[in-house]
């Protein structure tokens, strides 16, 4: 069983590889991305709890 579980990680280890495609995208970096849904979900959190506030 361990033995089995070794080579098939081993085996997907090496058939993992970057993925090289000629007319590819470029997507932004996800840290960026991340603190831009951030800044969104605090801005909604915050206007939900401020409308709280009001009544």
Not at 10 to 25: C, E, N, Q, R, T
Not at 30 to 54: D, N
């Amino acid at each position: 069983m361990i033995r089995t579980l070794g080579i098939s990680a081993v085996v997907s280890l090496l058939l993992a590889g970057p993925a090289h495609a000629a007319g590819s995208i470029q997507l932004p970096d996800p840290s960026g991305i991340t603190l831009f849904s951030l800044g969104i979900a605090g801005l909604l959190i915050g206007r939900h709890f401020a409308g709280k506030r009001r009544d």
